[in-house]
Every structure is written in structure tokens, then in C-alpha cells.
């Protein structure tokens, strides 16, 4: 078996028993980035030197007996994740030559329990896309390809698309990402792997560059729900640099995995069921439902009925906080600064945010400038505000009914590198079965459950009470046992 | 009611003055940073990276710069809004880092409370607070240091404002300086504000209109940064009477925001209108609402020292002092402290008079401060004692004061040094007494003719033989005994 085969999970094992050294794991890992990376773009800074220094540290705590929840696993970090001395760019030019002197609080956290950083992953800029094409430095090649098409390239979603790309083709055991409409999700059904957002909340956003604050939340992307659950363990918990950190205690997630389903009652939303979605994706759901039943849950009918006015919704609150948050690249601190040329302030702010910004950026800086405009933004961001609280009523209302909510992860497998990029709005219907959760604060899991008739993996979204990720992981793991997923990507180390 | 009145060509004008303070809240750090916050520190020394508006930062709420915004609704009879929410004010300028301001837009922490002002005739007036709000600072352009650039200094970049609107309840520029003048003198009591408006820590924007009298309100414009008392008072006089000529000219006035030209003394166009900032206010998501414990505002509310009008009414209730008196006294808190520490257990009065007489003088003369006095309170007060005593007659203890204004020491040690004491050895008096008229045998003759005036000089001659220190009142009794 390759090194870069092994689960988090069965890596923590291996390295317990002595049977790999965090430098072997690392080297591997490093290895294959080398052979894979050009080709898949998942990496935009590949931090070889720290991450055999951290390795060997590592080792070297092992041997004194201080071994941390995550000793010596090589992990990928978004590249929106800042990290001390280490280039932080959003996937944005106006972040080119970005180093933060300080680390983000979900990276320290996991720094705190033993991880080594391979490198910091690509992702479309500033976490808008569905697809890590918008990216500065380039897309991401999902490593998954069409039995009938393999020269097709395909995209890995978004917008933590180099995060699930890194994991499912084996460079990284495991990957830090973001989620604030469905960009952890989305990627992981695309590319064949788990990823989850928690509750909004559970982990601190100090340090993650912002999209939009309301809706933003980190969580990890990894091979199996368990090692999900190892990952947002470490990732979780309180902040008190982050007022919307929730100061709760954070459970033994991968405890939950192996509590069966037994008793609970499954909600199936009917507004989920989209005209013109892949038959496939209907039979899937279909069958992980039935597999929850076999396995003793029950499955219950529900109504979300505010469900159509989500996406909507959503693209109006995420744009309208993304044109404030985005405020701040102006060329006068850090960051890109195009002065040349320019005559005045205001040219200075032009010039550099002009150069800076790519064009999913700026429409979405211009959308949401608009929505929050004297005279729109009682048409357009109160009125979005509102419908977000029936959206959260919507749940609130299901969850006396039912303990978790299961739903396709995305619309479509993944899509070739060439199609949806020419009209922005069927690019946006992506997040069609995600954006609910991130409107009302709820934690979802994608857990990939089958292949569709390309041979592309398909995933089942799980949907849980807010700060109930335990129950998410449990009908997660369900799925996950139930669909025996070892479907393999083409492009991966090892192979 | 106001009479003020502007008198234009077509007949007189009333002003419609209200105001907007932005105070500089007294804290350690600012209002979302950890950050210290001490004036006059070398530029961008006191930056955290939330104050720079770095990718990834996020604001926390001080929770001291919180209560400053009660204790201040709280001295203001305000209502405390338990809860209140913060908003984002976007736009674009250099020492502005993040792109937006974070304010309270629509739920401020304060809302409706009032004031009374005291006007220069004696009147007292209500002037209706609309709100207070919290806020952050922006950091200051400097565009003196170079050519073509300009240089950002963020030390101020984050630290907490109050800003507090009045009702348009003034009606003339004595108002508006003592509105400003008595916001000024409760924030200092409270210790939410140190008032220095050479500093910036107290800053107006003053929104004016003009009308007929019994009219209704005409188009306001707002004079920004104001940025002192007597700058405010003429601000508004001045744009006032801009108003009246476009008025009475046929024109219209037109709402904008203008500058006040000190060096001139005119209000100048600034923006207009159609150039107002659209600040697209939403709700900042960074921060939850911000909830208040009914218990910890009583709290606070208990905590409060006593205010100005209190203390006022009290010096007149308890000392008898004059209105006017009592509001000398109180106008700043350190005067008060100093004067009750005189005045315990002593003549109020009395206390009161050389306060506000040689004690003030004294202050102006060695330029110093009533919180760096060159007489402590309690020196004063054992001066006042020795003349209650009879050691110091009041001429001697004038002497006394000057000398414990040169030298800072108490008045016991500079009797002791000077032998200043006071003779009331009725034996000295009588020997100096009988000096006197033996030497003045013919002036004593006339007294006893009937030129009774001469007792004066009779009084003069046995003082001077004693070097001033002799009792008054017993020279005086031993020199009628002996004159019979």
C-alpha cells in the first residue's frame, strides 16, 4: 500500500504502531505533489521544507511521548486560511504577495494537536465559484475523469476546489476549506470525498480572509466521514477573537460515526426535488434513503417551502457582505498597489482594484454595492433578509418532525473545465442544495454515495440541528458504510 | 423662550441649532482592538492588525468602552436601549483601513434623554438628546509631509466615539456653546470623556437653519468639525447669516456640508447633496447584537458620581452659596473636590471666597491648574483655620497665602518661619500702645479736641510698631481704653 493511500484515520494508526514516520508520510505526500501538481493545480504554495522541519519535529514529540490528536498528519490549508510567515492569497491577485504575520485560529488549532502543512491549496478567488475557475493562478483539475470522455477535464467544484482535488488525488490526507454556500460540499461530491460544514459558529472565522461574514464557516475535506469528524474536532471551539464563535464545548465527532441511525427520523424535503435533475441523482437519493431504512431509520416527507427563494436570497446577502468585506484591498497596506499612473486617491483605489480583481469578484462587488444602494436595499437586502428568517423558520418547523434532513449534494456531477462559464446564473444554480444550510446556520455533510453512468462520483448531503454535528455524522457514516464507496480517481499518487 | 434674533434686511430670523458631539470615549484600548489608545504617541505605534483592517481580522466589542457609552447615557437622563446592534458605514478613504466604519445606524445604545443648560442671563433651558451611539474612529491623513503623497496614521483608527445628537432644540449660538459646554462638563465628571478639544477628543458638527420666527423649519445645512466652544458659537452666527442673505436674496438654501474657516470666519461649501456618500448601512455580521443586563446598567447607574446639577443645587441648598457661586465651583470636577475639601468643616462662604478669589488668581498668575494647584486644598484650609483661630489676622493670612503660593508649604510652617504670628498678648499691645502716644503727644491732644479720625492713624502707628502682627481688634480696645 502507498503512503498516500492510508485514511487520516489509518495514518494516525500506522504512525502509532511505528509503522511510518511523520517524515516518511510527509515525504510521500510531498512526492506526489511533485508528480501530480502540475497537472492538477490544487497547490499554490507548496511549503516542502516547513512541512519535513514539522514532520520531523513531529517524530521527534512521538518519540518523547507527547502525541497530539493530529501528530504528524500532512494536511492541505485552503489558501484563505492565513498562516504565519506562509503566503496568503485568497486565490486573488490583489493578494499576490500576501503574508500575513499571524496565524488564522482554525490553523493554529490544528498546529496545536500535531499537524504539518504540506501547502496552501487553490480555490476560486475569494471563495466565489463553483467551479475554481476563477481563481488567479490558475483551475484546478478535478482528478476524476468520464469513462467515455477521459480527455475531458473536468472541475473539481468550488470554491474549495484544490482542497477536495489535493485529497481525492491523494496530496493530503486531509484539507482544511470553507464553506459559505456550499463551496466544502459541492467540491467533495465532485471530486468523491467527505467534506463538512459544521454549524455556524463552531469554528472561529479569525484569520480566514472573508467572503461573507454571516454565511462563512470552516470545516475539512477528507476521504471518509470519520476522518471528517477527527479533522473538525481539532478545527473547533470556542474563540474569543470571533464574537459569533459559539462558546460551546465541542464533542468526539468520530465517536458519533459509529452510532448507527437506529430510531431516527429522516427528512426528505420535497422542494429538493428540481425539474430536469439527472435521474440518477433522484435514484441515488432514493437509495441512501433506503439504505437509512435498513438500517432502522425512518424516513418522513418534510416541506421547506421557502426552499426556492434560497438561492435568490443568497445572492444577494453573500454579495452584499462580500462588497463590504472586500473594501479593504485598496493597494494602501498590504497587497497588490497599482500606483503607477495614478493621479489621485480615488485613481490609486481604480487602477489597483481594477488589476487586482477578477471577474466574478467584481460582479459580485457590483451586485452586492447595488442590493445595499439607497433606494434597492429595502427591495433587495431587507427583503433577502427576511425570507433568510423563513428559510431558518423552514427548519425550525422541520426539526420538530424529524433529526436530520438528507438531500443530494449537488445538481449535476462534475461538469468539463469549458462548460456553465459563460452565464453566471446556471454557474450559481450549483449551490442550489447547499445555500439553505448556510442561510440558517446549519451544519451539512456530503458524503459521497455512488457513480453516475460517466463513472464521476455522486453525493448525499446530510442536514442537521444547528450545533447537532453529531447526529450529521452518525446518518453520514450510515451512508457512507451502507455505499461501500472505493471508486478511485484516474489522477492520483500511487496510482 | 429664546429672543435671539438675527435682524436681515427684510425683518428678523430665528436660528435652529442642533448638534452632533463626537467624544472620544476614556478607555485603555479601543473600542474592537486591544489596542492602546494614548494621545500624542509616535504615529502608528498603537496599531493592532483589527485597526488596519489586515484580511481575516475581526472586531470584539471592549466591554469598558461599553459602560462609558451607559454611564454617559445614564448622566444624560437618557434612556439605555438594553439593546442596540452595530452597523457597517462603507466608503472609501485612505485612513479609513477597513473600508467601512462599524456604527450604530438603526439601534443605537442610547436613546431620548435631555440636558439643562444654563444661560449667561441666569435662565435655564432643556435641550432634548435624540440618541448617543458607539463608534469607531478613523485614522488621520497627514498631508503636510510631502509633496504629493500623503502619510496615514492609524493610532487613532479604531478607538471608541460617542456620538451624541441633540434635538434641534437651540435657538441661539450662547446655546449651542452652552450645550456643548455642559455635555463637555458631564462627560468629565463621569470620566467618559476628557473634553480636550485641542486634541480632537471632542469634536461638533452643527446643523443650523434659519426661519421666521413662528415658522416652521426651513433646509438645514451641517458645519463639520467643529472644534471648540467658541469656534461652535461663531460657526453658527456665521453660516446663520449666510443663510439669511441666500434667503433674503431670493434664493434657496440648499442642504450641504460645509467647513467652518476659522482664519475667516465663514462657513464654505464642503459637499454638496448630489455629492453626499451613499454609506450603504447594513448590519455588521461580524458582530452579534449587543444585549445589556438590566442588573449591570442599575449597577452602573449606582456607580455614578454625583453630576454637576446635584452638586450645584447641594453647594446652594447645604452652603448657602450664590447660584453663581455654586456654579463656578462646580464646572469642573476638580474645582468642586478642591473647594469641599476647603470648605469642610469650615465657612463655606468664607471657603468659597478664596477659592474663587485668591486661589484662582493664583492659579492664573503661575499658570498652573486646579488639578496641579500650587496650594493644596488642605493648606488652604488650615490657613482658613488660622485666622478662625485668631494666629493670622485676615491681612497677615494674605501674606501667608502668597508665600504658600511661592513656596508650596503649609501655612503652620511659614508662621513659624516668618514669626507672622499674630500678637494677642494683651501686655505687648500695651506697651507698643503707650510707645504710640508718647511719641505723638500732640496728635493725641487733638483726638481728645474731637478730631476723631485720628483713631485710624493712631491704629496704623501701633500696627507698624508691631510689624503688622498685632490682634486688630485688641489694638483697637487697648488704644480707645487708653485715649479714654
Known sequence: MHPTDFSLRGALDALAEGIISSEE????????????????????????????????????????GIVGPLEG?????????????????????????????????????????????????????????????????????????????????????????????????RLALGATATDTGGSIRQPAAFCGIAGIKPTYGRCSRFGIVAFASSLDQAGPVARTVEDCAILLRSMAGFDPKDATSADLPVPDFAAACTRGVKGLRIGVPKEYRLDGMPAEIEALWQQGLEWLRAEGAETVEISLPHTKYALPTYYIVAPAEASSNLARYDGVRFG???????????????????????????????????????????????????????????????????????????????FGMDEKQDDPVTMYLNDVFTVTANLAGLPGLAVPAGLDRQGLPLGLQVIGRAFDEETVFAVGAAIERAADFRAVPGLRAGA | MSTYRIEGRTGPWELVIGLEVHAQVISNAKLFSGAATAFGAEPNTQVSFIDAGFPGMLPVINRECVAQAVRTGLGL????????????????????????????????????????IELPDGATKTIGITRLHLEQDAGKSLHDQHPTKSFIDLNRSGVALMEIVSEP????????????TKLRQIMRYLGTCDGNMDEGSLRADVNVSVRRPGEGYRTRCEVKNVNSIRFVMQAVEAEARRQIEVWEEGGTVEQETRL????????????????????????????????????????????????PDARRARYVRDYGLSPYDAQVLTAEKATAAYYETVAKGRDPKLAANWVMGDLFAALNRTRRTIEDPPVKAEHLGALLDLMKDGTLSGKLAKEVFEAMVDTGKSPGAIVEERGLRQVTDSGAIERAVDTVLAANADKVAEYKAGKDKLFGFFVGQVMKAMQGKGNPALVNQVLKTKLG
Open chain 1, 73 to 169: 498528519l500532512p494536511l492541505a490549508i485552503k489558501d484563505l486560511f492565513c498562516t504565519d510567515g506562509v503566503p496568503t492569497t485568497a486565490g486573488s491577485r490583489i493578494l499576490g504577495n500576501f503574508v500575513p504575520p499571524y496565524e488564522s485560529t482554525v490553523t493554529a488549532n490544528l498546529l496545536r494537536d500535531g499537524a504539518v502543512f504540506l501547502g496552501k491549496v487553490n480555490m476560486d478567488e475569494f471563495a466565489m465559484g463553483s467551479s475554481n475557475t476563477t481563481s488567479a493562478f490558475g483551475p484546478v483539475e478535478n482528478p476524476w475523469s468520464r469513462a467515455n470522455d477521459p480527455d475531458a477535464r473536468l472541475v473539481p467544484g468550488g470554491s474549495s476546489g484544490g482542497s477536495a482535488a489535493a485529497v481525492a488525488a
Open chain 1, 25 to 64: 508520510l510527509t515525504r510521500a505526500h510531498l512526492d506526489a505533489i511533485g508528480r501530480l501538481n502540475p497537472r492538477i493545480n490544487a497547490y499554490v504554495t507548496v511549503m516542502a521544507e516547513q512541512a519535513l522541519a514539522a514532520a520531523r519535529a513531529s517524530d521527534e514529540r512521538r518519540r518523547q
Open chain 1, 336 to 414: 497588490l498597489r497599482v500606483a503607477e499612473g495614478a493621479s489621485d486617491l480615488r485613481d490609486l483605489y481604480e487602477r489597483t482594484r481594477a488589476a487586482g480583481f477578477g471577474a466574478e469578484v467584481k460582479r459580485r462587488i457590483m451586485i452586492g454595492t447595488y442590493v445595499l444602494s439607497a433606494g434597492y436595499y429595502d427591495a433587495y437586502y431587507l427583503k433577502a433578509q427576511k425570507v433568510r428568517t423563513l428559510i431558518r423558520r423552514d427548519f425550525d418547523e422541520a426539526w420538530r418532525k424529524v433529526d436530520a434532513i438528507v438531500t443530494p449534494a449537488t445538481p449535476s456531477a462534475a
Open chain 2, 169 to 180: 432644540d437651540m435657538r441661539s449660538p450662547e446655546e449651542a456653546g452652552a450645550y456643548l
Open chain 2, 77 to 116: 437622563n437618557a434612556q439605555v436601549n438594553l439593546w442596540s446592534r452595530f452597523d457597517r458605514k462603507n466608503y472609501f478613504y485612505a485612513d479609513l483601513p477597513q473600508g467601512y466604519q462599524i456604527s450604530q445606524y438603526a439601534h443605537p445604545i442610547v436613546g431620548k434623554g435631555a440636558v439643562e
Open chain 2, 260 to 307: 467652518f474657516d476659522t482664519g475667516r470666519g465663514v462657513t464654505r461649501s464642503m459637499r454638496s447633496k448630489e455629492e453626499a456618500h451613499d454609506y450603504r448601512y447594513f448590519p455588521e455580521p461580524d458582530l452579534p447584537p449587543l444585549v445589556l443586563d438590566a442588573a449591570w446598567v442599575e449597577a452602573l447607574r449606582a456607580a455614578l458620581p454625583e453630576l
